[in-house]
């Protein structure tokens, strides 16, 4: 039986390889590596599978050498090629409401990922996953940021940061690019793509805002969103299991499979037809817990292990060093000093 394979949108897709010739670069070589038609890309209602664009991306880092290529894709992207999401976000009356925006339409873009826009007393916070919970790898993951701040620029003003900016991926050697473009304390290896942007930059009017436009925006996107087909992540059901259960203790396959009502053998083959396994989206999500744990000063690091299921102290330091390349003292001390960087 074939594997489901997700689906990302083609008008998600021509912006990128636009924003790869604008850089000098010649994008046939990296479609046909990618097994990506330059006639697909003519039509801007197709979709293109997820596994072809990762194609891409690996290709194109291959072939320009450019250690900083998401970034500057980014901000080479003709945005008016990603069409209802980029007119919505910008004719918003402000940034809150476009963060709003590019979260419930995300599913036009990609199927299978999720852009969530958790909103608090004193920041919001943009979190993006490919499916199954997975993070996006580097470059990805450093296009979105770019194209979340440079969107977010465009309605809040030039002058502002974000608070803080998360990549699962390690810190790479120079991150020039990075200070230059998001100007803000930076986290690596943290187990999550997410960007914190105060309430004082989210609630600041859009100069450029229209309201008729908006609306008349979200009534086509909405029309879109309904005749999208219906999807059920069953790794994304998994892994909202083990958030409930993962607490003080390592949750076991059967509780798991007994939780969502299918055998261990249909969790485990279902699961491996999404491209990931029990054991992958338990290590992610301990990842991304861990992080957040040592991130909070009044949490020791032996409850955090506790907490996210370890028995032992050495256990959970031997997997947090594999994660992240740290121990799990050296990145608290890293993540706290970033923390006391200025954010203005």
């Given at each position: 039986?074939?594997?489901?394979?997700?689906?990302i949108?083609?008008?998600?897709?021509?912006?990128?390889?636009?924003?790869?010739?604008?850089?000098?670069?010649?994008?046939?070589?990296?479609?046909?590596?990618?097994?990506?038609?330059?006639?697909?890309?003519?039509?801007?209602?197709?979709?293109l599978?997820?596994?072809?664009?990762?194609?891409?991306?690996q290709?194109?880092?291959?072939?320009?050498?450019?250690?900083?290529?998401?970034?500057?894709?980014?901000?080479?992207?003709?945005?008016?090629?990603?069409?209802?999401?980029?007119?919505?976000?910008?004719?918003?009356?402000?940034?809150?409401?476009?963060?709003?925006?590019a979260?419930?339409?995300?599913?036009?873009?990609?199927?299978?990922?999720?852009?969530?826009?958790?909103?608090?007393?004193?920041?919001?916070?943009?979190?993006?996953?490919?499916?199954?919970?997975?993070?996006?790898?580097?470059?990805?993951?450093?296009?979105?940021?770019?194209?979340?701040?440079?969107?977010?620029?465009?309605?809040?003003?030039e002058?502002?940061?974000?608070?803080?900016?998360?990549?699962?991926h390690?810190?790479?050697?120079?991150l020039?690019?990075?200070?230059?473009?998001?100007?803000?304390?930076?986290?690596?290896?943290?187990?999550?793509?997410?960007?914190?942007?105060?309430?004082?930059?989210?609630?600041a009017?859009?100069?450029?805002?229209?309201?008729?436009?908006?609306?008349?925006?979200?009534?086509?996107?909405?029309?879109?969103?309904?005749?999208?087909?219906g999807?059920?992540?069953?790794?994304?059901?998994?892994?909202?299991?083990l958030?409930?259960?993962?607490?003080?203790?390592?949750?076991?396959?059967?509780?798991?499979?007994?939780?969502?009502?299918?055998?261990?053998r249909?969790?485990?083959?279902?699961?491996?037809?999404?491209?990931?396994s029990?054991?992958?989206?338990?290590?992610?999500?301990?990842?991304?817990?861990?992080?957040?744990l040592?991130?909070?000063?009044?949490?020791?690091?032996?409850?955090?292990g506790?907490?996210?299921?370890?028995?032992?102290?050495?256990?959970?330091?031997?997997?947090?060093?594999?994660?992240?390349?740290?121990?799990?003292?050296?990145?608290?001390?890293?993540?706290?000093?970033?923390?006391?960087?200025?954010?203005?």
């Amino acid at each position: 039986m074939k594997s489901w394979e997700p689906t990302i949108a083609v008008r998600a897709v021509q912006p990128v390889v636009a924003a790869l010739e604008a850089l000098g670069h010649s994008s046939e070589e990296v479609l046909k590596a990618a097994g990506i038609s330059p006639s697909a890309l003519q039509d801007s209602e197709g979709r293109l599978p997820h596994g072809s664009m990762m194609r891409w991306w690996q290709r194109a880092c291959e072939l320009t050498g450019d250690e900083h290529l998401g970034i500057h894709l980014a901000e080479a992207a003709p945005l008016k090629s990603f069409e209802v999401h980029a007119y919505a976000m910008l004719s918003s009356a402000d940034l809150r409401e476009a963060y709003r925006r590019a979260s419930r339409y995300q599913r036009l873009i990609h199927e299978a990922t999720d852009l969530v826009f958790e909103e608090g007393a004193h920041e919001g916070v943009l979190r993006h996953t490919l499916p199954g919970g997975r993070p996006a790898p580097r470059h990805p993951a450093e296009f979105l940021a770019t194209l979340w701040v440079r969107i977010g620029r465009l309605v809040a003003g030039e002058e502002w940061r974000p608070s803080l900016v998360c990549f699962a991926h390690r810190e790479p050697a120079d991150l020039t690019e990075h200070l230059r473009m998001f100007r803000a304390p930076l986290r690596f290896a943290s187990g999550v793509t997410a960007m914190h942007v105060p309430n004082s930059v989210l609630d600041a009017p859009n100069r450029n805002a229209d309201a008729n436009l908006a609306r008349l925006l979200d009534r086509y996107a909405e029309g879109l969103l309904q005749q999208a087909p219906g999807f059920t992540n069953f790794s994304e059901r998994v892994r909202a299991a083990l958030s409930k259960e993962l607490s003080g203790g390592a949750p076991a396959v059967a509780a798991i499979a007994k939780a969502l009502h299918v055998s261990q053998r249909s969790l485990h083959r279902n699961l491996q037809n999404e491209g990931t396994s029990f054991r992958e989206l338990l290590e992610q999500l301990r990842h991304e817990r861990a992080t957040a744990l040592l991130a909070n000063p009044s949490c020791s690091v032996a409850e955090a292990g506790f907490l996210l299921g370890f028995s032992e102290l050495s256990s959970f330091s031997r997997a947090f060093k594999r994660w992240t390349g740290l121990s799990p003292i050296e990145f608290r001390a890293k993540t706290l000093a970033a923390s006391l960087l200025p954010s203005h």
